[in-house]
C-alpha cells in the first residue's frame, strides 16, 4: 500500500543500491499500485508502460513516483505547503539528496531528445546512464550498463513500438526489460515531475560554468507547484513548470572547494545571469520559434542559489524571487 501522507523517500543503504537496482524496485511497486495512483499500464513491443497522465488524470503521488525514478530514487521528495503571497502558490516541491551528481546529472537531467519518424520525448531517469552516449555522463564518468533499465518520459501521447525499440537498443537492453513512465507537463504528475528538478538545473548550470561539480556533497531545492495547463496546452504547461524553477526555486549546495572557485561562479548560477530572465517563459519560449536550443542556456537555473562551503564554514547567496512573473504565469 502506499503512505498516507503524500511523501516520497528513499533510504539508501551507502552505495549499495544503485541507481538502476533502486528504479527498477520502484517501478515495479508503482505498476502493482497503478489503480491506487491514477495510472494506466500498458505493453508496447513487450516493454512496461506506466501512464501517469495521457489516458488518465494521473495523481499527485504519480507524480511524486516520476520524480523519484528520473532521479534513480537518490532523494528525498515531498510535497509540502509554501506561502502563497510569495510563490503565487500553496505548495511547493521539496527535494533533498546526498549523491546529487548521480541523481541529478547522471538521471534526473532531461539531456536524451528521444525522436523517430512517428514519435518525439525528452527523456529522463537512469537510462541515460545505460546509453552512455551523452558528453556530460562521460566527462563525469556517470555511464553505467544494466540488464533492465527504467526512464522517464515528458510526452502528451504514448510512445510509438519505433520509440520503444530504438529506447531499448541504445541503452542495450531487451525490449522485455525496458521500464518507461510517461506524463505531458500538463498533468499533475508531469508538473511534480518537473518542478522536482530544481537542484538539477543549478548542477547543470555549475557544470556549464566549468565548475567542478564532483566536489557538491549535498544539496535541497524548493520550488512552487504551479496549476496544471488545459490538457493539449504544451506551451502553458511548460511556461508554468520552468517559471517555478525561474522564479520561484530555491537551492542549496554543501560543496567542498576553495572559496575563490565558487567566488567565480556564484552570481552566474541564478537565472537572473541570462538576458532573457524577467518574463513569463511561455513568451521568451514563443519568441525563439518555441525551440529550446534557441533559448538562452543560461536562462535554466533556479531563481535563488546558496552555498555553504564545508571547507571554509562561508555561505553565498545569490539571486531573488520575483513573485509578480509567479503570479503572471500561474494565474
Same mark, same amino acid.
Given at each position: 500500500?502506499?503512505?498516507?501522507?503524500? *511523501?516520497?523517500?528513499?533510504?539508501?543503504?551507502? $552505495?549499495?543500491?544503485?541507481?538502476?537496482?533502486?528504479?527498477?524496485?520502484?517501478? $515495479?511497486?508503482?505498476?502493482?499500485?497503478?489503480?491506487?495512483?491514477?495510472?494506466?499500464t500498458?505493453?508496447?513491443?513487450?516493454?512496461s508502460?506506466? &501512464?501517469?497522465?495521457?489516458?488518465?488524470?494521473?495523481?499527485?503521488?504519480?507524480?511524486l513516483?516520476?520524480?523519484?525514478?528520473?532521479?534513480?530514487?537518490?532523494?528525498?521528495?515531498?510535497?509540502?505547503a509554501?506561502?502563497?503571497?510569495? %510563490?503565487?502558490? =500553496?505548495?511547493?516541491?521539496?527535494? +533533498?539528496?546526498d549523491?546529487?551528481?548521480?541523481?541529478?546529472l547522471?538521471?534526473? %537531467?532531461?539531456?536524451?531528445?528521444?525522436?523517430?519518424?512517428?514519435f518525439?520525448?525528452?527523456g529522463?531517469?537512469?537510462?541515460?546512464?545505460?546509453?552512455?552516449?551523452? !558528453?556530460t555522463?562521460?566527462?563525469?564518468n556517470l555511464?553505467?550498463?544494466?540488464?533492465?533499465?527504467? #526512464?522517464?518520459l515528458?510526452s &502528451?501521447?504514448?510512445?510509438? +513500438?519505433?520509440?520503444?525499440?530504438?529506447?531499448?537498443?541504445?541503452?542495450?537492453? @531487451?525490449?522485455?526489460?525496458?521500464?518507461?513512465?510517461?506524463?505531458?507537463? *500538463?498533468?499533475?504528475?508531469?508538473?511534480?515531475?518537473v518542478?522536482?528538478?530544481?537542484? !538539477?538545473?543549478?548542477?547543470?548550470?555549475?557544470h !556549464?560554468?566549468k565548475?567542478?561539480?564532483?566536489?557538491?556533497?549535498?544539496?535541497?531545492?524548493?520550488?512552487?507547484?504551479?496549476?496544471?495547463? $488545459?490538457?493539449?496546452?504544451?506551451?502553458? #504547461?511548460?511556461g508554468?513548470?520552468?517559471?517555478?524553477?525561474? /522564479?520561484?526555486? *530555491?537551492?542549496?549546495?554543501?560543496i567542498?572547494?576553495?572559496?575563490?572557485?565558487?567566488?567565480?561562479?556564484?552570481?552566474?548560477?541564478?537565472?537572473? =545571469? @541570462?538576458?532573457d530572465?524577467g518574463?513569463p517563459?511561455?513568451?521568451?519560449f514563443?519568441? %525563439?520559434? %518555441?525551440?529550446? /536550443?534557441?533559448?538562452?542556456?543560461m536562462?535554466?537555473?533556479?531563481?535563488?542559489?546558496?552555498?555553504?562551503n564545508?571547507r571554509?564554514g $562561508? *555561505?553565498?547567496?545569490?539571486?531573488?524571487?520575483?513573485? &509578480?512573473?509567479?503570479?503572471?504565469?500561474?494565474t
Amino acid at each position: 500500500m502506499l503512505p498516507a501522507t503524500i *511523501t516520497a523517500m528513499h533510504p539508501l543503504d551507502s $552505495k549499495k543500491t544503485t541507481a538502476h537496482d533502486a528504479a527498477n524496485g520502484l517501478f $515495479k511497486n508503482a505498476l502493482r499500485d497503478a489503480t491506487e495512483i491514477r495510472c494506466h499500464t500498458h505493453k508496447i513491443a513487450d516493454a512496461s508502460i506506466l &501512464d501517469a497522465g495521457i489516458d488518465t488524470n494521473g495523481s499527485l503521488a504519480a507524480g511524486l513516483i516520476l520524480a523519484r525514478l528520473c532521479m534513480g530514487d537518490l532523494a528525498e521528495i515531498q510535497i509540502t505547503a509554501c506561502d502563497n503571497d510569495t %510563490y503565487a502558490s =500553496s505548495n511547493a516541491v521539496f527535494v +533533498r539528496t546526498d549523491d546529487p551528481l548521480v541523481a541529478c546529472l547522471g538521471c534526473q %537531467y532531461a539531456g536524451w531528445p528521444i525522436q523517430t519518424n512517428d514519435f518525439f520525448a525528452m527523456g529522463s531517469g537512469p537510462m541515460r546512464m545505460a546509453r552512455g552516449r551523452e !558528453e556530460t555522463l562521460v566527462m563525469l564518468n556517470l555511464t553505467q550498463a544494466a540488464s533492465s533499465v527504467v #526512464g522517464v518520459l515528458e510526452s &502528451d501521447k504514448l510512445p510509438t +513500438r519505433s520509440a520503444v525499440e530504438t529506447i531499448a537498443e541504445q541503452c542495450g537492453v @531487451s525490449t522485455s526489460n525496458l521500464h518507461l513512465a510517461i506524463a505531458p507537463s *500538463t498533468s499533475i504528475a508531469g508538473s511534480v515531475q518537473v518542478v522536482a528538478r530544481s537542484i !538539477e538545473t543549478a548542477i547543470h548550470k555549475l557544470h !556549464e560554468l566549468k565548475f567542478d561539480v564532483t566536489q557538491i556533497v549535498s544539496a535541497t531545492g524548493h520550488a512552487p507547484l504551479p496549476p496544471p495547463a $488545459k490538457p493539449g496546452d504544451t506551451t502553458t #504547461g511548460i511556461g508554468r513548470t520552468n517559471d517555478a524553477m525561474l /522564479y520561484g526555486a *530555491t537551492v542549496t549546495l554543501w560543496i567542498d572547494a576553495d572559496d575563490g572557485a565558487i567566488d567565480g561562479v556564484a552570481s552566474k548560477v541564478p537565472s537572473e =545571469s @541570462s538576458p532573457d530572465h524577467g518574463r513569463p517563459f511561455a513568451d521568451v519560449f514563443k519568441e %525563439y520559434d %518555441y525551440d529550446f /536550443y534557441k533559448v538562452d542556456p543560461m536562462l535554466f537555473s533556479p531563481a535563488v542559489v546558496v552555498i555553504h562551503n564545508l571547507r571554509s564554514g $562561508k *555561505t553565498w547567496r545569490t539571486g531573488r524571487l520575483k513573485t &509578480d512573473v509567479l503570479i503572471q504565469s500561474f494565474t
